[in-house]
C-alpha cells in the first residue's frame, strides 16, 4: 500500500474524510469531512484566522515588518453581481485548455499530458512513428512514470533495444497530423486525443425564477473578489489607514478537468486568502514580508522544514499583472506541488473593478499634503491559501509508523494547536470508582477542551486508538488516583508518562497546546 493510501484509508476509517454522497456511488472532486476531519479543518482555518487577522497586534511592530499595520476580516456572499467576474477576467479567461480521449472516454489538461517519443540512446535516432501521452506534472515527472501508461503497446517497442531515452515533444498535440500518432494513456490505437479547447472553470448558475442569460451568474472561485469590491466600503466604515489587510475564509468552486490526488484538487473547496493594501513603493517589502511570514506559519504549526519549499516564480511564468510570485511547496507523497501562492498584484484588481463599476476606488490619504498623491490605487500583496491543501500537508507531514516497545503503531503527529481532540480520558479499569472519578474529570476537561471519554477495551489499545487520530495527551486515573488526587499523562508522540494533581489538569493543557507548534 502507498504511503498516500494508507492516509487516505486513515481518513475513512476514522472519520476525517468520506467521499461524497458515498451511498450513490460518490462524486468525483468532492469530499465531505466527517467528525474528526471538521474538528481538524475548523482548527486550521482558526489557526490561520487568529494568527493573521483577529490576534494581530497593531501597535506592536512586527518583526522584518517594513511598518505597523491593521488587519481586519469579511464574509461576503458566494454569488455575486456577475459583473465581477467580468471586470476580474475570469469570464474571459479562468480556462484550461482540455483534451478528449475519444477511446477510452477521459478528459485530461493538455499541460498536465506529456508528450514523448523513444529514442535509441546511442545515435538519437527514433524507434518508430509514435508519440506517446502520459498523465503527470510537467515540473517533476519520472521517466518510469511516463513509461508505466504505456506497458502493454511499448512492450514489444524497447524489448529489444539496450538502452534509449524519452525526447519530449509537446508540439505534437498542437498538430493536427502529428496527434494522428499519438498515443493516449491507456489506449490501443493512436490518434484518440482531440486537439485542445479551452473550458472555462466557472461553475455556472442562475438568480431568481428565469433561466436565461440576464439571470446567469456563477459561484465564485476564488474569495478574492469579495475582498476587492469591499475595498471602498471598508475604507469608509473601519477607519483603516494604508498599509493594511483584509482576510477571508470561505468556499471557491472549480469545475476541474481533472480532480485529482484525494482532496488536493477537488472541484469544492476552501480558500484562505488575505489582499494587503500598501502603497506602490513599499509593495516589494511588503510582499517579502509576507512571503515570508505565510511560509513561516506553516513551520511554527509543525511541518518539516525539509518538506517545505519557498520557490520564486521566474519571470516567465509571472501573470501579466503580477509583479512578482512565489509558491509555498510541500513536498506530498505524489510530489512537490502547491499548497499557496504569494503575489504582487500590483493595482490590476482594484482598477479593473474601478474601471468597469465606474466607481471610485483610490484611495484618499489625509496624511500627505502632497494634493498629487492624496488619491491613489493601492497595489495590493495576495498571500492565497487553500485550507483543504493545508489539511492534506499537515496530515501527511504528521503520519507516522513507528514501533513502542516492540508492537507497530501508526500516529499522527499533529500540532496539539491543530489536534481534532485535546485530551483522552480513561478509567484504567471499570471498576473501584475509577469511572465515575475519570467522568468527572472528563466533564471538566470538556469544558475547556475537545475530550474524549474512553473505557473501552485493554489501555494499550485505547492509547494505539487515540495515537492514530492525534490525540497529543491520554489522561489515565489508576488505584493512586483515587487515593492521592492524581492522574497520570501520558504524551503522544515520546510515549513518557507523569503523573500530576488533578487539579493541575487543565493548566497542564493550557500550557501545552500554547506552547506547541
Ligand atoms: N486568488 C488567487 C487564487 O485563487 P490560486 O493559485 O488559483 O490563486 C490559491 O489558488 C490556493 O487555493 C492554492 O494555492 C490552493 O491551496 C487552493 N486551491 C486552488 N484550487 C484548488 C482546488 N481545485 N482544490 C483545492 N485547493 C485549491
Request: charged fraction near 30%.
Amino acid at each position: 500500500m502507498s504511503q498516500m493510501d494508507k492516509i487516505i484509508s486513515l481518513c475513512k476509517r476514522r472519520g476525517f474524510i468520506f467521499p461524497s454522497s458515498e451511498i450513490y456511488g460518490g462524486l468525483n472532486g468532492s469530499w465531505d469531512y466527517g467528525p474528526l476531519g471538521v474538528e481538524f479543518k475548523n482548527n486550521i482555518k482558526s489557526a490561520w484566522w487568529k494568527d493573521m487577522i483577529s490576534g494581530h497586534d497593531e501597535t506592536t511592530k512586527q518583526k522584518q515588518a517594513p511598518s505597523l499595520f491593521n488587519m481586519v476580516g469579511v464574509d461576503a456572499s458566494i454569488i455575486m453581481n456577475p459583473s465581477v467576474w467580468e471586470a476580474s477576467g475570469h469570464v474571459g479567461g479562468f480556462s484550461d485548455p482540455m483534451v478528449d480521449c475519444k477511446e477510452t472516454k477521459s478528459r485530461y489538461r493538455a499541460d498536465q499530458l506529456i508528450i514523448f517519443c523513444i529514442v535509441l540512446k546511442s545515435s538519437n535516432e527514433r524507434v518508430n512513428e509514435y508519440y506517446y501521452a502520459s498523465q503527470g506534472d510537467p515540473n517533476s515527472y519520472s521517466k518510469n512514470q511516463l513509461l508505466e501508461q504505456h506497458k502493454k503497446n511499448l512492450r514489444n517497442v524497447i524489448k529489444n533495444i539496450d538502452s534509449y531515452d524519452l525526447e519530449l515533444r509537446q508540439e505534437a498535440l498542437l498538430n493536427d497530423e502529428l496527434r494522428e500518432l499519438v498515443f493516449a494513456p491507456g489506449s490501443k490505437d493512436p490518434g484518440s486525443l482531440t486537439a485542445p479547447r479551452n473550458f472555462n472553470l466557472m461553475f455556472e448558475t442562475h438568480v431568481g425564477a428565469l433561466k436565461n442569460h440576464s439571470s446567469q451568474a456563477y459561484l465564485r472561485p476564488e474569495t478574492a473578489q469579495g475582498i476587492f469590491v469591499n475595498f471602498k466600503n471598508i475604507c469608509d466604515t473601519s477607519r483603516v489607514k494604508l498599509p493594511f489587510g483584509i482576510g477571508q475564509i470561505g468556499k471557491s468552486f472549480r469545475n476541474e478537468i481533472n480532480p485529482r490526488n484525494f482532496i488536493f484538487r477537488s472541484r469544492e473547496f476552501e480558500q484562505m486568502e488575505i489582499e494587503f493594501f500598501c502603497t506602490p513603493e513599499e509593495s516589494n517589502s511588503w510582499y517579502v514580508f509576507w512571503r515570508d511570514r505565510r511560509y513561516q506559519w506553516y513551520k511554527d504549526l509543525g511541518i518539516k522544514k525539509e518538506n517545505l519549499t519557498l520557490r520564486d516564480h521566474s519571470e516567465k511564468e509571472l501573470a501579466h499583472y503580477a509583479q512578482s510570485c512565489a509558491d509555498i511547496e510541500y513536498k506530498f507523497p505524489f510530489g512537490i506541488s502547491e499548497l499557496e501562492g504569494i503575489a504582487n498584484r500590483t493595482d490590476y484588481d482594484l482598477r479593473q473593478h474601478m474601471d468597469r463599476s465606474g466607481k471610485d476606488l483610490r484611495y484618499f490619504d489625509d496624511q500627505t499634503k502632497d494634493e498629487a498623491k492624496k488619491r491613489f490605487l493601492p497595489y495590493v500583496i495576495e498571500p492565497s491559501a487553500g485550507a483543504d491543501r493545508a489539511f492534506l500537508a499537515f496530515l501527511c507531514d504528521a503520519y507516522t509508523e513507528d514501533e513502542v516497545q516492540g508492537e507497530a503503531r501508526t500516529v499522527l503527529k499533529i500540532s496539539p494547536r491543530l489536534s481534532p481532540i485535546k485530551a483522552a480520558i480513561f478509567p484504567l479499569v471499570k471498576k473501584d470508582g475509577m469511572p465515575e472519578k475519570a467522568i468527572n474529570i472528563y466533564q471538566k476537561i470538556k469544558k475547556v477542551f475537545p475530550a474524549y471519554y474512553d473505557s473501552g477495551g485493554a489501555i494499550g489499545r485505547r492509547y494505539r486508538r487515540q495515537d492514530e487520530i492525534g490525540t497529543p495527551f491520554c489522561i489515565t486515573i489508576d488505584g493512586e488516583s483515587l487515593a492521592k488526587e492524581t492522574v497520570t499523562i501520558r504524551d503522544r508522540d515520546s510515549c513518557k508518562q507523569q503523573r500530576i494533581h488533578q487539579k493541575e489538569i487543565i493548566e497542564f493543557l493550557e500550557n501545552s497546546i500554547s506552547s506547541s507548534n
